[in-house]
Structure formats: C-alpha cells, structure tokens
C-alpha cells in the first residue's frame, strides 16, 4: 500500500530530523555510487545521435515525435537544464536509498523491460518494484506537485503531454506487474507523495498502449506533419484581445518556431502596463506595440 510507503519515509524523516539514524555502509556506498553514475551520464557519456523510441518518449505528442525524427532545428537548451536534469537524477537516487533505509522492501531497481508494439521493440528502466507492483519515481516543481500530481492519477491522465501514463503502462505490460503509481517528491521542499493508479479497472492501460502504437505507426509510415495544438485567443481583464498565442504545451516545445515560423513573436502582454509584464510566444499581432525596444531578441 503506498499509504504504508509514505508512512514508513516520514517515520524515517522525522527520526533523521532529530537525530542520527542507522543506515548501512552497504546502503550509503549504493548512493554514491548512483550518483556518480548520473554524473557520468549526464556530463560524460557519449550521447545517441539517431532517434529512437523508448518507453519514456513514445507518449509525447505526435508533433514532437516527429520533428525530432525528422532532425528538424530546434532551440538550444538552456544553460541551466543538465542541472534540472541532474538534480532529478539525484533526488531519484536519495528516494531509493530513504526508502531501503527506511525499511521499504524494494523488489527490483532500474530493470530495463522492453514491448514490442507494431513490429518495433520498445525499451525502457523502470525505477523501483515495491509490494509487486511497478512505481516511477518523479521530482517535480512546487506548482507540478500542488497542479499536477496533488490532483491524482485522473488529472495526469487528461493532461499527460509527457506520456507519463504510457510509459508506466508500458512498464506494467512488459514487466506483467500492475503500475502503481508516481512515487513525487518536490524538489523545493522535499515533501513526499503518491500519486496511484486506480485498482479497480485498466481501461488506462489499453487507451495508453493504443496511444503508443498510434505513435509508433505514424513515425514508422513517415506520416504527414500536423500539428497536434492550436494557437489560443489571448484575453486581458477576461476580455479577448484579437491577438493568438502559443498553448502551455507548444510555449515549451523546444521545436516552436520551426513548426509556427519565423513571424512567432516573444512579446511583452501587449496591453499591459505593468513593470513587468508577462511574455508570449504571439501567432498574430492585432495592433503591435510600436516600441521595439520591448521586444526581447
């Protein structure tokens, strides 16, 4: 049960909060050397220059898919997003170890599992095993814990523009273990929660796998390119402004302006006469500020 998981790492936390708790050399030596691993990966690794599908990626929107298929320009990362990266790996490590330590019996680890969907063989590494069913482990942002993942399984299905739930329904079908679930932590105040699959059918499981074979197919058949999201009517004060910008989703794709164009603008709110306005990515201009001088290059 993962109410017992919970209560077992925040009887372990609190313990460790107030004074030193037993953890084995064994234990300590294992996180380490996760560590040092996810370093390793993140910065020194040679990294996979072909595409690839894998149980982590083939739930992302059909768009994106394709564009990095098709070797299409995207947008460097920022210089802070290994660190982003590198903090995940770390708290995912720390997660593992809290939980040995904390008297979770953990049946398996970073097993790699594979599916073949379509003809094309599908791998992926799940994190942990725990009470025979398949967990993943996700750090996430103070919003993403409180918006995304506090809301339960249902409100990461309707909006799972990561595939979180494909990749964990993959999981569970190459493995033959049910998914339990998201084990999040967030990464700003180290609070813990578990986000469970429901037990009582997996409808889920057969609409995520149909998505992933959806996915599969159009990539593998070279279908034509289209978007998956629309542009969306700006409003300020509740009122519509004639101006579009770019959906959450598509703000974010590091793929934006090959697949809007040269004419997508990153602008100021338009109407706003705040100090600091907010920005967005603009798909047609009404009236246009005529100051250039706001507009970030």
Sequence with gaps: M??????KVR????????????????LITQFGDACMESFRKQFT?????????????IGRPLCQLQMEKSKSSSE???????MRVLFGDLIEAAAIGIMKAAGIKIQSEQKEVHNELSGVKIKGTYDVEIDNKIYDIKSASPWAYDNKFAKGFNNVREDDNFGYVVQGSLYSDSSGKPFGGWIVINKSTGEWQIVETPTYNE??????????????DALVN????ER????????????????????TVCS??????????EELQYLPQQQSKAKSPRWFWYTKLVNPKEDKNDVKK
Excluded: H, M
């Excluded at 409808?203 to 599969?216: G, S």
């Design 203 to 216: 409808d889920y499981k057969v609409k995520a796998i149909k998505i992933a074979e959806e996915n599969i």
């Design 45 to 57: 690794d040679q990294r996979k220059k072909e595409f690839g599908l894998r149980a982590s990626n």
């Design 2 to 7: 993962s109410s017992d998981i919970l209560e």
């Design 228 to 247: 998956c999201f629309e542009d969306t009517p700006e409003t300020f004060n509740k009122v519509t402004t004639g101006n579009r910008v770019l959906s």
């Design 11 to 26: 009887v372990f936390l609190e313990a460790a909060s107030k004074d030193a708790v037993e953890v084995s050399d064994d």
């Design 222 to 225: 070279d279908k034509e390119f």
């Design 76 to 82: 460097s990362p920022p210089y802070n997003f290994k």
């Design 252 to 261: 974010f794709c590091s793929y934006k302006k090959t697949c809007w164009g």
